[in-house]
């Protein structure tokens, strides 16, 4: 029971950070139809930011206090990544739109090999192991064998999963911005005819996702303490997996999706199979597409002829 | 208006070139934000294995300098004329080009071994000639299932992966060769081999795209891509973790080479050089493999020109202008679908077994997402469904990352750490986004309709209706 809860706890504290990089997925995908192959490496790209920011601060500037520091790597990590990301879809994706349908897909891969590749070559192939941040732990019970605990780091996950995804549901439901974006999803034509920037809405859309993939990042980084520049693929298909589990272009889906396949990744190591816990999320991933492609929340997609 | 159009631009003139200066500077203010943190400071590790940084502004300077003056090039050169299509090619212009590709490509190796001699030849023919012509074959292959049926396949490199471990593990298990000494000859297997298992991984990896195409068979476009990707993913993964049978990361070596019908290339009285009376050289070897993969490339051309004409050809291209078409008019989606998945995934796997045979040594390795993205976006850029395009593509852009190895010169300019090689992947996938956004359908657009009324007229690619699937 003990080692069921601590899984638990695992669980959810991955599922948190998978559903933070699936939002960027299904937004995406819900407002121009495509599959950001890129978005898992620019997270990863911002577990580097993160890093590297975590190193100025700390080391260079000398800053004492842990917390301001990892807020300012927050907010710069933020920053920056959004940047990438629409220089991204500025000069990848935007020239393809409404083009050839594979056209954005084949840039979309590009663009991944090419920035796994100039993070390999800028900051080297090897392991990056970060300084330990939060190291402690809360023991909840403990047992004679067993003791389930909990750590800092995971109740910093959690809390600041469930910050950001308050203030992004705020966003989306209840700005102008917002009903921008919903409003391209449903109709693009028409809402460009009725006065929305619909070329800025699809930007903001690729900026937001990269913000929450940039959150997403530093958490990875501190949970795991080590990245990798190779780190981009797997967690994204992950990461995809889940928005595609609860529904592609749904927002509340994502961050169910994400839960599920954390709890599910953590469960079925702990349970079965280490080896084969990757296995575990691909199979789930074709299961869902072949068998109910529109997800648990996702609305079904009509084809009209 | 006409009249008052010229002296306006002269007057512009000087507000443009402003213009263009604000622009450009944005964009080095852009790259100076892209580059700051991943380029302006390399975590190293130090001697008691703490992460400390490299300051190194001065590729920042460097990326920002070329930011801006690419922007400023890109925005102040003259807009070039449109240059009119030549609508009217020499008929037969296509056919006289592959013709003379083919020439150039049988009398390839005597080149190379003229031109560079005995020790460079062998680095020339491997390293472009087959390592080019295994990608010219697997984009071929991949064309049947993406160019033709328009089905979209991100996983190819497992049927690839399943001929070369079915060739390496049928060729080394000792079952298999305790039987065949018994039963033929001891010298039988070592020495037939590999056209013996050729036949029997293609069957193999025709079996697992059906196998794998039935579960999917609803899907279409990129949800299909995504789940081809994840078959793609749990092979590899098995093949690492299977280790009884695939010996894991460590991979399957020891792996036979082909022979000359029988007669193996090594330096024994029996060895092909004794045979023939020639002096005993490693180049044979790799010229014969060359030519074999020249033959696979054709057979596999040969065979998608021919299927083209047939019913089941035709079929596939309906299937992929309109899926909901085709039902409609009786076509049997089914197998058509079945069909292009298994005979794609077999010639993948007939790759897969020349893969093995060439390298000796296999490994999971060998079989990541990555090749699967390197032949599929060879397909999409060569233009979709033209095997010539594909060819190009594949020379292009498998050659111009290999060409890199070659570029030991550029070590003088940028310093003796230099090492183009690591820069191989970085510029492919800045090649595959400036392409697609170049050329969106690929450098050969144009389609030759397979059925035609009276006249054969070439289809410019944005004509041809975009199926959804």
């Known amino acids: 029971m003990e080692y069921f809860l601590q899984q638990l706890i695992n669980g959810v504290t991955l599922g948190s950070i998978y559903g933070l990089i699936a939002i960027g997925y299904t937004m995406v995908f819900g407002i121009i139809g495509m599959v950001n192959f890129a978005h898992g490496d620019v997270f990863m790209l911002s577990t580097f930011i993160a890093l590297i920011f975590l190193l100025a601060l700390t080391q260079v500037l000398g800053l004492g206090s842990l917390a301001v520091a990892l807020f300012i790597v927050l907010l710069l990590g933020m920053l920056l990544t959004s940047l990438w990301a629409w220089a991204i879809e500025r000069l990848a994706y935007r020239p393809l739109r409404g083009s050839f349908r594979l056209a954005p897909l084949i840039s979309a891969i590009g663009m991944s090999i090419f920035l796994s590749n100039l993070v390999q070559v800028t900051q080297g192939p090897r392991n990056k192991p970060v300084p330990s941040v939060l190291g402690e732990v809360i023991v909840l019970t403990g047992g004679d064998v067993y003791a389930v605990t909990l750590s800092y780091k995971q109740i910093m996950i959690v809390a600041v999963t469930v910050m950001l995804l308050v203030a992004f549901w705020y966003v989306v439901q209840r700005t102008s911005l917002g009903r921008a974006q919903r409003a391209c999803e449903q109709d693009r034509k028409m809402a460009a005819l009725l006065g929305v920037d619909v070329d800025r809405t699809i930007s903001l859309t690729f900026v937001i996702g990269a913000a929450l993939a940039a959150v997403a990042g530093l958490l990875f980084m501190i949970y795991y303490g080590v990245v990798n520049f190779a780190d981009g693929f797997v967690p994204g298909v992950k990461a995809f997996t889940a928005a595609v589990l609860g529904g592609i272009g749904s927002l509340p889906g994502a961050v169910l999706g994400g839960l599920l396949i954390g709890l599910i990744e953590t469960l079925w190591s702990a349970y079965f199979s280490i080896d084969y816990k990757d296995v575990a999320t691909f199979l789930i991933l074709a299961v869902t597409l072949v068998f109910m492609p529109s997800g648990l929340l996702g609305k079904p997609d009509v084809e009209k002829v | ?469």
């Open chain 2, 1 to 469: 208006m006409a009249v008052n159009a010229a002296p306006q631009t002269r007057a512009l003139a000087p507000t443009r070139i402003g213009a263009a200066l604000k622009d450009a500077l944005g964009a080095a203010l852009l790259a100076l934000g892209l580059a700051v943190p991943v380029l302006a400071l390399r975590t190293e590790q130090n001697m008691s294995n703490e992460l400390i940084l490299q300051p190194r502004w001065g590729y920042v300077a460097v990326a920002v300098m070329l930011a801006f003056l690419a922007r400023l090039g890109y925005l102040l050169a003259p807009a070039l004329p449109k240059r009119q299509r030549t609508r009217a090619r020499p008929r037969g212009f296509g056919r006289a080009l592959s013709m003379a590709l083919l020439v150039l490509l049988l009398v390839y190796p005597v080149l190379a071994l003229a031109i560079t001699g005995k020790a460079g030849a062998i680095k020339w023919i491997d390293n472009f000639g087959i390592q080019i012509l295994i990608y010219v074959m697997l984009g071929w292959g991949l064309n049947i299932v993406v160019g033709l049926a328009g089905l979209l396949d991100l996983g190819y490199v497992a049927f690839y992966a399943v001929g070369a471990y079915a060739y390496a593990l049928l060729a080394t298990s000792d079952p298999v060769k305790a039987f065949m000494a018994e039963w033929i000859g001891p010298g039988f297997w070592p020495a037939w081999a590999f056209w013996i298992c050729l036949p029997v991984a293609g069957l193999m990896a025709a079996f697992w795209g059906i196998l794998l195409g039935f579960p999917v068979l609803r899907l279409r476009g990129d949800y299909l891509a995504i789940v081809t990707l994840a078959f793609g993913e749990i092979i590899r993964l098995v093949l690492i973790n299977w280790v009884p049978v695939t010996n894991g990361y460590a991979g399957i070596s020891g792996i036979p080479r082909p022979s000359f019908f029988g007669l193996p290339f090594t330096a024994s009285d029996q060895g092909f050089a004794a045979f023939f009376g020639l002096e005993f050289t490693p180049l044979y070897r790799t010229i014969f493999l060359f030519y074999m993969i020249v033959c696979l490339a054709l057979l596999t051309n040969w065979v998608t020109l021919r299927l083209r004409r047939l019913p089941i050809g035709r079929a596939w291209e309906a299937l992929r202008e309109d899926e909901i078409a085709c039902r409609s008019l009786g076509i049997n989606t089914t197998n058509t679908k079945l069909t292009a998945f298994a005979i794609g995934a077999g010639f993948g796997g007939f790759a897969g077994s020349f893969f093995a045979a060439r390298q000796g040594f296999i490994s999971p390795e060998s079989f990541t997402f990555m090749e699967s993205a390197v032949v599929l976006s060879i397909v999409v850029m060569g233009g979709m469904g033209s095997q010539l395009g594909v060819a190009i593509a594949a020379f292009v852009m498998i050659g111009g990352t290999e060409i890199l190895r070659e570029l030991d010169w550029l070590k003088q300019v940028f310093g003796a750490d230099f090492e183009p090689t690591q820069y191989r992947m970085l510029l492919f996938g800045l090649g595959m986004v400036l392409l697609m956004i170049w050329r969106p359908r690929g450098l050969i657009s144009f389609r030759a309709p397979s059925i035609f009324l009276r006249e054969r007229r070439m289809v410019r690619a944005e004509a041809v209706r975009e199926g959804r699937g």
